[in-house]
């Protein structure tokens, strides 16, 4: 079947401007996670939600940054006035049920300029 | 809170020589590890976790307790091994997100 996806797969954006990046999970899966992974680092765990609340946020760096998930499926990661510090690339996993395995999406890459 | 350590960045071995990745982790409570493996322009995929005592690939990982690691081996690399390699835990205490160490290179040479 399908695995994660995520769009668009690259984003640049200049400093200041604000971005979206979308995460489909796989179809039934109810926890949803974001990570982000700079360069030469292992991914850094940002947000979880369990159905369609955020079960975990501890993460997020800042009030910059912001996720929703409505509908308990599709997730979106949000960040206001991006800095050139939040270039990276964003992932996005998906898991059966919270515990079970992960299954991560191909990524988006931001570059903020 | 919980760490893991990967204290090699880079692997070189020569093809049909063995191979082990060091992983050393500190967690309190029953931690859950897992190798995750990304090859070249592809995503990040599970490639073994602890619970499931399988062997994929040819690669094993036993978890030692008393020593904190979750090492990663195969006897006879070969060249398709050659990704970037992640340790990571989770576990109940962790809220279920997975800590990833900083990642190993291993480059199988032929």
């Known amino acids: 079947g399908a695995g994660v996806s995520q769009t668009p797969s690259n984003k640049v954006t200049e400093k200041g401007k604000y971005v979206e990046l979308r995460c489909d999970p796989i179809?039934?899966?109810?926890?949803l996670y974001w990570y982000r992974q700079s360069l030469g680092q292992g991914p850094e765990f940002l947000i979880y939600?369990?159905?369609?609340?955020?079960?975990?946020d501890s993460g997020l760096p800042n009030d910059r940054f912001f996720a929703v998930r409505p509908e308990g499926s599709v997730s979106t990661l949000k960040i206001q006035r991006t800095e050139r510090g939040d270039s990276a690339v964003y992932l996005c996993?998906?898991?059966?049920?919270?515990?079970?395995?992960?299954?991560f999406g191909p990524g988006t890459r931001l570059t903020v300029l | 809170a919980q760490r893991v350590t990967q204290p090699e960045k880079l692997l070189s071995v020569f093809k049909g020589a063995p191979v082990e990745l060091k992983c050393n982790y500190s967690?309190?409570?029953?931690?859950?590890l897992f190798w995750y493996v990304q090859y070249s322009r592809q995503r990040l995929q599970l490639l073994l976790r602890?619970?499931s005592r399988e062997s994929i690939k040819g690669f094993t990982a036993d978890l030692n307790k008393g020593e904190t690691s979750f090492h990663l081996k195969k006897p006879f690399a070969q060249e398709e091994d050659s990704a970037m390699y992640y340790c990571?835990?989770?576990?109940?205490?962790?809220?279920?997100?997975?800590?990833f160490g900083g990642g190993t290179r291993v480059l199988v040479k032929p």
């Open positions: 990571a835990l989770s576990g109940w205490a962790a809220g279920n997100k997975l800590t």
């Open positions: 179809s039934g899966h109810t926890a």
């Open positions: 996993a998906s898991s059966l049920e919270a515990g079970d395995a992960q299954y």
């Open positions: 967690y309190s409570g029953s931690p859950e």
């Open positions: 602890h619970i």
């Open positions: 939600f369990q159905g369609t609340g955020a079960a975990d």
